[in-house]
């Protein structure tokens, strides 16, 4: 083992300096007088994209399997499988020489319209976090890091680089913060990386509280962490925020403002020191895991298949799928040619093998013929021949299956989407080919909803895709002929329209700033809150089976916060083939100090089930499921209290409910002062106990006062109680002053004292 502390003490200020600094655009600084060897890193999240030259950006990388990407990877809801995903990209790395792998991404989906959420998980911070875990677990088990990105409240394109994210402190804890926070927790991943925003209007390259207070010091992260690519804007202060490394490099002058700070006396050196023993841990952890060989691609390959089966949602199906008989297919859409299987930007791989939708489909169809047409063009202009051929494809045929691709013009990392809309030609190539097929399957590839309003009552079935990787193709195919079960759920709502959507008042901000005005009400909190219709809620998909939710329970009707229960209930395929189901939990508080969304996930579980099996699932709740961030306690809080246990097939799908009570053990800091309303006096323990008495006091005195006035005054009409308890303290007493012995503010300052010293 390297005495990593010993090797800081022997290094040169300068050395020091660089190592903090990256040496390429993938690599970090040697020390060769030293023995420090340099860290490879690459992207990520779900495929590596291994520059074969480090100090390239964006030259063309080495071959690696394309996994689908993180939209279709959370749809599966199995953590499992995130976890097998994470050795093969581990496998990889090892082979392609990378120490770490740029991801995941854990950012949630503040709006649809987010350029990079198919790099995202959910809307859903608990769903996000246990994906996180899975694929974190999986690839460091194989002594590959990971860099959980990007830290944090990145959750736009617009202004990526400069925006402010302006965002509640409760927000912020109880949305945007979780999934990084279960991450860091539960995995370690060896790195963060910090993301390009602001947050209310610092840096996160320099936000000391986010960077230092709550993920290195609250959350015990022991890695280092990293800038994304250029994230860095004042390299001394983010060392003071708490960012390790920069990245790219090589950046000599920031190098020589560290060093220059450090002379100055305007960065204390244990600050550098900090920072280096960090990177230099990580930097040997890596050396323990040899590099080089081979990895199996037909192996991955397979697995990319598998995993891309387990996460594509059957959205519509009026019994028309799966395919079966069909002897003449329609093949719609140039994506079934060129298969649209993951997105653009820093997560573009160089894949190993592509397979293509129609080969795959004719593969499965046996005897079937399959003519193509083409569809839609590659480019947004619009070709009424190419619409014109399909119909007369569609109409020769038995059935039409039409594979539509979202453009990656309207989809990638580095801008927004615009509008929730396919193309133009789309629209109208499905409307067309519906009118004359009325058996006309509807294939999605795409990284976030799409509006279907349009034309989804027109066709028998969707089916989403996802970007599905670079195997989907077969996936695809098997899902359509029902060799695949579809099994995927949503992680994330499919809104009506665009103006549904939560954030929409609030995007993409401008003037340098964005506003959360939503607040926690994102996704499908808010689809609740508003109860609004939506196209497919969170967590819904369909199978080709049925099942049935029976005999839910608890392992306790009382608990204490600190124990949490057990939830369980059985689940039985009440159809003829076999299937899995995601059985979901979701926690809804009936009475909170703070306003709550009306549910929210806390459990899950994917159950495998043969037909006419039955499983009992059984999902353990700690306290977090049942607490809430309080942003006056500065800490998560349970209350004491009946909860309900919503156990459904999606989030507007509830097939069980149980009740269980709440024993609120964990003693709160008194954080009574001056303004707090009689209320709040009397929810606190130590200040019921020391007001409590004078309370009944003047709330006689209250109502003999108030009341002779109402009875010459009726339209005074109002319970003087209620609205004395929602005043604080010192306002209500000072209307009382005159029944009062002593001065209200000294009233005040006594109890305040009594309160704050129990
Ligand atoms: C992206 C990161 C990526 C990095 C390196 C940045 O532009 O935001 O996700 O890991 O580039 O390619």
Same mark, same amino acid.
């Given at each position: 083992?390297?005495?990593?502390?010993?090797?800081?003490?022997?290094?040169?200020? *300068?050395?020091?300096?660089?190592?903090?600094?990256?040496?390429?655009?993938?690599?970090?600084?040697?020390?060769?007088?030293?023995?420090? &060897? @340099?860290?490879?890193?690459?992207?990520? &999240?779900?495929?590596?994209?291994?520059? *074969?030259?480090?100090?390239?950006?964006?030259?063309?990388?080495?071959?690696?399997?394309?996994?689908?990407?993180?939209?279709?990877?959370?749809?599966?809801?199995?953590?499992?499988?995130?976890?097998?995903?994470?050795?093969?990209?581990?496998?990889?790395?090892?082979?392609? +020489?990378?120490?770490?792998?740029?991801?995941?991404?854990?950012?949630?989906?503040?709006?649809?319209?987010?350029?990079?959420?198919?790099?995202?998980?959910? @809307?859903?911070?608990?769903?996000?976090?246990?994906?996180?875990?899975?694929?974190?677990?999986?690839?460091?088990?194989?002594?590959?890091?990971?860099?959980?990105?990007?830290?944090?409240?990145?959750?736009? @394109?617009?202004?990526?680089?400069?925006?402010?994210?302006?965002?509640?402190?409760?927000?912020?804890?109880?949305?945007?913060?979780?999934?990084?926070?279960?991450?860091?927790?539960?995995?370690?991943?060896?790195?963060?990386?910090?993301?390009?925003?602001?947050?209310?209007?610092?840096?996160?390259?320099?936000?000391?509280?986010?960077?230092?207070?709550?993920?290195?010091?609250?959350?015990?992260?022991?890695?280092?962490?990293?800038?994304?690519?250029?994230?860095?804007?004042?390299?001394?202060?983010?060392?003071?925020?708490?960012?390790?490394?920069?990245?790219?490099?090589?950046?000599?002058?920031?190098?020589?403002?560290?060093?220059?700070?450090?002379?100055?006396?305007?960065?204390?050196?244990?600050?550098?020191?900090?920072?280096?023993?960090?990177?230099?841990?990580?930097?040997?952890?890596?050396?323990?895991?040899?590099?080089?060989?081979?990895?199996?691609?037909?192996?991955?390959?397979?697995?990319?298949? /598998?995993?891309? $089966?387990?996460?594509?949602?059957?959205?519509?199906?009026?019994?028309?799928?799966?395919?079966?008989?069909?002897?003449?297919? !329609?093949?719609?859409?140039?994506?079934?040619?060129?298969?649209?299987?993951?997105?653009?930007?820093?997560?573009?791989? +160089?894949?190993?093998?592509?397979?293509?939708?129609?080969?795959?489909?004719?593969?499965?169809?046996?005897?079937?013929?399959?003519?193509? !047409?083409?569809?839609?063009? !590659?480019?947004?202009?619009?070709?009424?021949?190419?619409?014109?051929? !399909?119909?007369?494809?569609?109409?020769? *045929?038995?059935?039409?299956?039409?594979?539509?691709?979202?453009?990656?013009?309207?989809?990638?990392?580095?801008?927004?989407?615009?509008?929730?809309?396919?193309?133009?030609?789309?629209?109208?190539?499905?409307?067309?080919?519906?009118?004359?097929?009325?058996?006309?399957?509807?294939?999605?590839?795409?990284?976030?909803?799409?509006?279907?309003?349009?034309?989804?009552?027109?066709?028998?079935?969707?089916?989403?895709?996802?970007?599905?990787?670079?195997?989907?193709?077969?996936?695809?195919?098997?899902?359509?002929?029902?060799?695949? +079960?579809?099994?995927?759920?949503?992680?994330?709502?499919?809104?009506?329209?665009?103006?549904?959507?939560?954030?929409?008042?609030?995007?993409?901000?401008?003037?340098?700033?964005? /506003?959360?005005?939503?607040?926690?009400?994102?996704?499908?909190?808010?689809?609740?809150?508003?109860?609004?219709?939506?196209?497919?809620?969170?967590?819904? $998909?369909?199978?080709?089976?049925?099942?049935?939710?029976?005999?839910?329970?608890?392992?306790?009707?009382?608990?204490?916060?600190?124990?949490?229960?057990?939830?369980?209930?059985?689940?039985?395929?009440?159809?003829?083939?076999?299937?899995?189901?995601?059985?979901?939990?979701?926690?809804?508080? /009936?009475?909170?100090?703070?306003?709550?969304?009306?549910?929210?996930?806390?459990?899950?579980?994917?159950?495998?089930?043969?037909?006419?099996?039955?499983?009992?699932?059984?999902?353990?709740? +700690?306290?977090?499921?049942?607490?809430?961030?309080?942003?006056?306690?500065?800490?998560?809080?349970? @209350?004491?209290?009946?909860?309900?246990?919503?156990?459904?097939?999606?989030?507007?799908?509830?097939?069980?409910?149980?009740?269980?009570?709440?024993?609120?053990?964990?003693?709160?800091?008194?954080?009574?002062?001056?303004?707090?309303?009689?209320?709040?006096?009397?929810?606190?323990?130590?200040?019921?106990?020391?007001?409590?008495?004078?309370?009944?006091?003047?709330?006689?005195?209250?109502?003999?006062?108030?009341?002779?006035?109402?009875?010459?005054?009726?339209?005074?009409?109002?319970?003087?109680?209620?609205?004395?308890?929602?005043?604080?303290?010192?306002?209500?007493?000072?209307?009382?002053? &005159?029944?009062?012995?002593?001065?209200?503010?000294?009233?005040?300052?006594?109890?305040?004292?009594?309160?704050?010293?129990?």
């Amino acid at each position: 083992m390297t005495d990593i502390q010993a090797l800081v003490s022997q290094m040169t200020l *300068a050395e020091k300096a660089a190592l903090c600094t990256g040496a390429s655009a993938w690599t970090t600084t040697p020390v060769e007088r030293l023995g420090v &060897p @340099e860290l490879l890193v690459s992207d990520g &999240p779900h495929g590596l994209r291994r520059q *074969a030259d480090v100090h390239a950006l964006g030259a063309e990388s080495l071959p690696a399997t394309c996994f689908p990407t993180a939209s279709c990877l959370a749809s599966s809801w199995d953590v499992d499988l995130l976890r097998t995903l994470g050795v093969a990209l581990a496998e990889e790395a090892i082979a392609l +020489n990378v120490d770490v792998v740029l991801g995941p991404g854990v950012n949630m989906k503040r709006s649809p319209l987010g350029g990079r959420n198919f790099e995202y998980f959910s @809307e859903d911070p608990f769903l996000a976090g246990e994906m996180a875990v899975g694929l974190i677990d999986g690839i460091q088990s194989k002594g590959v890091g990971t860099s959980l990105k990007h830290f944090a409240a990145n959750n736009q @394109e617009f202004q990526r680089f400069s925006i402010s994210a302006e965002v509640d402190e409760r927000v912020l804890r109880e949305i945007y913060l979780p999934a990084f926070e279960a991450a860091v927790t539960r995995s370690q991943p060896w790195t963060v990386m910090c993301s390009y925003n602001k947050l209310n209007g610092t840096f996160a390259s320099e936000h000391y509280t986010l960077l230092t207070e709550i993920l290195k010091k609250e959350w015990g992260f022991k890695g280092f962490i990293v800038s994304d690519w250029g994230a860095v804007r004042n390299r001394v202060a983010a060392l003071k925020g708490g960012l390790d490394l920069e990245m790219p490099g090589p950046q000599d002058r920031r190098v020589s403002a560290v060093v220059a700070a450090v002379r100055a006396g305007e960065l204390d050196e244990a600050v550098l020191d900090e920072s280096v023993r960090r990177i230099l841990s990580v930097v040997f952890k890596a050396q323990e895991t040899p590099k080089g060989g081979t990895f199996d691609v037909d192996a991955h390959h397979d697995l990319a298949r /598998r995993i891309a $089966g387990e996460g594509m949602v059957l959205l519509k199906n009026d019994g028309l799928l799966p395919l079966k008989g069909q002897q003449h297919i !329609a093949v719609i859409g140039r994506s079934a040619e060129a298969a649209h299987f993951q997105g653009g930007g820093s997560s573009h791989i +160089n894949p190993t093998r592509v397979d293509v939708p129609f080969k795959e489909l004719q593969a499965r169809a046996g005897d079937a013929e399959l003519t193509y !047409a083409e569809g839609y063009p !590659a480019d947004n202009s619009f070709k009424q021949a190419l619409i014109d051929q !399909a119909v007369v494809v569609a109409q020769a *045929a038995d059935v039409a299956v039409l594979y539509i691709a979202l453009p990656s013009f309207k989809e990638s990392e580095g801008y927004d989407r615009t509008d929730l809309d396919l193309t133009d030609q789309q629209i109208a190539l499905i409307k067309a080919v519906s009118k004359v097929q009325p058996k006309t399957v509807v294939v999605l590839n795409n990284g976030a909803p799409v509006a279907m309003s349009a034309w989804i009552d027109d066709v028998s079935a969707v089916l989403e895709a996802w970007m599905m990787g670079q195997a989907g193709a077969g996936a695809l195919s098997d899902v359509l002929f029902g060799r695949i +079960n579809p099994s995927g759920k949503l992680a994330e709502t499919f809104p009506l329209k665009l103006a549904d959507t939560p954030a929409i008042g609030n995007w993409p901000g401008g003037a340098g700033s964005v /506003r959360y005005g939503e607040g926690l009400y994102i996704g499908y909190r808010y689809y609740d809150l508003k109860e609004m219709p939506v196209l497919f809620p969170f967590g819904y $998909g369909l199978s080709y089976t049925t099942f049935a939710y029976n005999n839910a329970r608890v392992s306790t009707a009382t608990f204490k916060d600190v124990d949490g229960l057990t939830v369980s209930v059985d689940v039985t395929n009440t159809g003829a083939v076999f299937g899995k189901e995601v059985v979901q939990v979701y926690v809804h508080d /009936r009475v909170a100090g703070l306003d709550r969304p009306h549910k929210e996930l806390k459990g899950f579980a994917k159950v495998a089930l043969e037909p006419g099996e039955t499983k009992t699932v059984s999902i353990k709740l +700690n306290t977090r499921a049942f607490a809430f961030y309080h942003p006056e306690y500065k800490q998560w809080i349970t @209350e004491a209290g009946e909860f309900e246990i919503l156990i459904g097939a999606s989030a507007a799908d509830i097939r069980q409910t149980v009740t269980a009570t709440l024993e609120a053990t964990r003693e709160l800091p008194c954080v009574l002062d001056v303004e707090s309303t009689l209320r709040e006096w009397l929810a606190d323990p130590r200040g019921r106990a020391v007001f409590g008495p004078f309370y009944a006091q003047i709330g006689a005195q209250a109502s003999a006062m108030f009341g002779a006035a109402q009875a010459s005054e009726p339209g005074l009409g109002m319970d003087m109680m209620d609205m004395l308890n929602d005043m604080p303290m010192f306002s209500a007493l000072l209307f009382m002053q &005159p029944m009062l012995d002593r001065p209200a503010e000294d009233i005040v300052a006594d109890m305040l004292k009594q309160a704050h010293s129990r």
